[in-house]
């Protein structure tokens, strides 16, 4: 029995299942270009303290496997470091996980990003907006954490946490974003939906600018995809590239 598989009451199987889920969901948006060489993905096992979080600096997150990952409690504890063919660096800004994973506990999924565009709108202090039909879940808002600090210590974790509050997503003006799911599939179609967003946004300025959707559209889009179960197939599209690429896990 693994230190996972006892902590987190579940059998090698259902271990190997999350691993592998959350490498998928890296090499995704690695292949997205939206995690950049220093962001991270985290999946909190349900029913537990146990959070398993991609790699830091230096690790190809198009090629993670299930067994490069690293186990924190929901404290911030290291619980396992992951050895094998290469040295892996811990994710310096754990916290940021640790942390919104305490605050939020519906939320089993949470991406550090440095994706071009909805970075580039926080640096020029523009707000995020709803103004593409794969963006609707933002229609509450994105908030700016206005600090572009790397998230070294507790006190900073709390402050972004807060800042995020109870939306999908916040900015770190100037770094990066934080965006979060109930589940991996949510996030990371919360992750595809924040950057294509963002990405409508900046193109549409030489045209005079972007107009946001009426807040009634928002909602008739929220209910609707619900029952289509975008989230899924979202994963699947992109679950078939990262399969194509033929990187071994």
Not at 81 to 98: C, M, Q, S, W, Y
Not at 132 to 151: A, K
Request: hydrophobic content about 40%; aromatic content about 8%; charged content about 20%.
């Amino acid at each position: 029995m693994s230190l996972v598989t006892e902590r987190a009451r579940i059998s090698r199987e259902e271990e190997h299942a999350y691993r592998r889920r959350l490498a998928v969901m890296c090499r995704m948006v690695g292949l997205q270009g939206s995690i950049g060489m220093f962001g991270h993905i985290s999946l909190r096992i349900p029913n537990s303290d146990v959070v398993l979080i991609t790699p830091g600096a230096g690790a190809d997150k198009t090629m993670v496997r299930p067994d490069q990952l690293f186990v924190y409690d929901i404290d911030g504890n290291v619980l396992e470091h992951p050895t094998g063919d290469k040295p892996l660096t811990v994710p310096a800004e754990f916290r940021i996980h640790t942390q919104v994973h305490k605050d939020r506990p519906e939320m089993m999924a949470v991406a550090h990003l440095h994706s071009v565009y909805s970075t580039l709108l926080g640096v020029v202090n523009r707000p995020i907006l709803p103004v593409f039909n794969q963006g609707f879940m933002f229609g509450d808002g994105v908030p700016t954490w206005d600090n572009p600090s790397l998230v070294l210590h507790d006190a900073q974790a709390i402050e972004l946490s807060k800042t995020l509050g109870d939306k999908l997503a916040c900015q770190m003006r100037g770094h990066g974003s934080v965006v979060v799911g109930e589940t991996a599939e949510n996030c990371f179609m919360n992750c595809t939906g924040i950057e294509d967003t963002a990405r409508m946004q900046i193109m549409a300025e030489p045209f005079g600018g972007a107009a946001p959707f009426a807040p009634e559209y928002i909602q008739r889009a929220i209910q609707s995809r619900g029952t289509l179960n975008v989230a899924k197939v979202v994963w699947q599209y992109w679950e078939q590239k990262v399969d194509a690429q033929g990187v071994p896990y």
